[in-house]
Structures are given as C-alpha cells and as structure tokens.
C-alpha cells in the first residue's frame, strides 16, 4: 500500500512537470509544486469538459490567469513543452488570439493564432479566426508565424483542439491534435518574467471560449511522449 506506491514507477508524463491546471472546479496546480493560477482580469467559470464532465474545464471569455508563483516554470533558454486543450467560441477576435504570453509584450514569450491576410506572405492569404497562422515569439523574434511565412491551419469554432509547443535546444515545434504543423530554430532566451493565459500583458487579442488540462514542463517531450499525452488525454 504506502510502500506500493512508493515503488510504483512515475510516468514518464510526470517527469519535469510544473504544472498542471485540470481545472475540476478550482484553477490550483495538481502537480505538487503549488503553482495555483489567480484572475488577473475578467471572470472564469467551469463548463462541461470535452468528456461531457460538469464542472470539468475553465470557461473565459476576455480572461487572464495567471500563477502566484513561478516554481520551476522554464527561464532563459531553458528546453519546455506547453500543452493545452481549447475550444474556442465565436467570441475569438477577428485579428487573433493569444493562448499565452509573459510580461514582455508582445514578443517575448507569446504563443496564438495570427487572422490578419498578408499579401507580402502568401500562405496568410485567406486568413481568418478559424482558419488563422499559428505564431510564436521568443527573445523578441518570430520563430514561426506571418513573418516566416508560416501555413495557415485549421482551427473551427467550438471543436477542441490540442495544442503543443515544444523547445528542444534551438528546435521549437508545434503540433495540432498530436501533429507537427509548425517548426523553426532560435538561440533567443525567454524574455519578460510570468505565465498569462488567454492573453499578454496588454488587453488586446484575448478570447473566448474553454480551455482544460494545461501542463507545462520544464524539459521538451519527445514525439513519442507528444503521441502518448495526446492519447492519454
């Protein structure tokens, strides 16, 4: 019993996780270092989650949160995965939407989807809300977004998705539903200090809609460990 669970051995998905926000009620971290999330701005409710669970996952509509405290949370150019589900409503901005940032606005530390059509970039031509350009800045450059030329991809209104961004030394990825859509290199550091979600430290481009089982770890995850947490959630 106590010394079974001693000895059982921690999952692979445990090791260097953060945080974890499964949002059952409450938005405190289930991951044992205490890094429960506070309203910043706006309101948050609890919906049904994608498994039909009342009570299960975040609802927000122009909302931030934030952690009270940041421990063990990736610095620097420290190696990271982020993972969350959303599920976005027609409450989204037109423009774009900010799944999370830091204080440094607006580039960073910022992770969203992009809407606006470029003529200078051809792949943002037909761009909007539920077709956008996923984007991610770090150390105040664009590692893959509009200004790389970056694909559009598919993200319809009230469906949930899984999104996950990966650094692995100068090797950032994202993947959508457990596929890799988006890539690119840098040597930047984070820049700016704090974690928001649904927004940056600005009130532009925050969202609306639900988002569940956020994780943040503070090492990347490989293909195959994006390919199990996908399944197991």
């Not at 059509?117 to 450059?141: D, H, K, R, V, W």
């Not at 979600?197 to 490989?222: F, T």
Request: hydrophobic share 30%.
């Amino acid at each position: 019993t106590e010394l079974y669970e001693l000895e059982k051995p921690v999952s692979s998905l445990e090791q260097g996780l953060v945080a974890y926000y499964p949002f059952n009620g409450n938005a405190k971290d289930e991951s044992g270092n205490g890094n429960d999330l506070e309203t910043i701005s706006g309101e948050i409710g609890f919906d049904n989650d994608r498994f039909g669970q009342s009570n299960s996952t975040a609802s927000i509509n122009k909302t931030k949160l934030s952690p009270i405290n940041l421990n063990g949370f990736p610095k620097g150019k420290d190696n990271f995965t982020i993972s969350t589900w959303v599920n976005m409503d027609d409450r989204n901005p037109k423009v774009s939407a900010v799944i999370f940032a830091n204080s440094k606005c607006c580039n960073g530390f910022q992770f969203g989807f992009n809407a606006f059509e470029y003529t200078e970039s051809p792949n943002s031509i037909g761009a909007n809300a539920e077709n956008p350009t996923p984007e991610f800045y770090l150390g105040e450059s664009a590692v893959f977004g509009i200004p790389t030329n970056q694909k559009r991809t598919s993200l319809p209104f009230n469906k949930w998705h899984h999104l996950l961004i990966n650094r692995n030394g100068e090797d950032v990825s994202f993947y959508l539903n457990s596929k890799r859509i988006a890539e690119g290199k840098t040597d930047k550091p984070i820049i700016g200090d704090g974690f928001i979600l649904g927004g940056r430290s600005d009130q532009e481009h925050l969202w609306g809609g639900k988002i569940d089982d956020v994780r943040i770890y503070n090492r990347a995850l490989s293909e195959a460990e994006v390919s199990e947490l996908y399944e197991l959630e």
